[in-house]
């Protein structure tokens, strides 16, 4: 079984430019989630979504958006980008949201802004 | 403010020997704790978990242990293998919604 795929897995961008980051989860899983991860740091939380409904979002400012399709499918916007920006974005997926559920992660998208 | 934590940035440990890896956490609400294994240019890889309702719990040469009275959970690899080298990250949540993670402990296994 295929795992969690994330598209593209690099990308370059310029400031103030805007961009759109894909992820499909483990066949069977309904809950998505997104991180950002910069050099030496552990992810960082931005979002969650279950069934097509956000249900937690970290300390991420407004230009962060993101949504969850029929198919369980996501994708995270990010308007406005900056060069902090930077990093590896990861999605994971597990099969519900909710207590003593392990998040199995994508190899990520590098974001680099110039 | 960071509410998981791993005090050591690396750690070598001859190969066959036990690898004992370190986090400590500071929000007493935390339930559900993991263990993750990241290599160079791949996500990170879900290793082990362990529930707050047990004080441990082992899979394999994977040993995780929790001490809730001191907020503290580690990670023991025995034997320690070449192959286990890489950067290992302990996460925790509450709500099974927000996964909070330390910034990670680099461990080289020397063969």
């Known amino acids: 079984d295929a795992g969690v795929t994330q598209s593209p897995t690099h990308l370059i961008k310029t400031r103030g430019q805007h961009v759109t980051l894909r992820c499909s989860p483990i066949?069977?899983?309904?809950?998505v989630s997104w991180y950002q991860q910069v050099l030496g740091q552990g992810p960082q939380f931005i979002f969650q979504y279950y069934e097509k409904e956000e249900r937690g979002r970290g300390n991420f400012p407004d230009r962060f958006s993101a949504r969850q399709f029929p198919n369980y499918s996501s994708e995270l916007n990010v308007n406005a980008l900056l060069l902090g920006d930077s990093a590896l974005y990861l999605c994971?997926?597990?099969?519900?949201?909710?207590?003593?559920?392990?998040?199995?992660f994508g190899d990520g998208t590098r974001l680099s802004i110039l | 403010d960071q509410q998981v934590k791993q005090n050591s940035p690396s750690l070598s440990v001859q190969e066959g020997r036990i690898s004992i890896l370190n986090c400590d956490y500071t929000n007493s609400m935390f339930d559900y704790f993991l263990w993750y294994k990241k290599y160079p240019a791949e996500g990170p890889t879900f290793l082990i978990s362990i529930s707050s309702i047990k004080d441990k719990n082992e899979d394999g040469r994977f040993t995780v242990f929790l001490n809730k009275s001191a907020k503290h959970l580690s990670l023991h690899i025995v034997p320690s293998q070449p192959g286990d080298s890489a950067v290992y990250f302990c996460a925790a949540t509450s709500t099974g919604n927000q996964f909070y993670f330390g910034t990670g402990t680099s461990l080289t296994v020397i063969p």
């Open positions: 066949s069977g899983h309904k809950s």
């Open positions: 994971a997926s597990s099969l519900v949201a909710g207590p003593n559920q392990p998040q199995h």
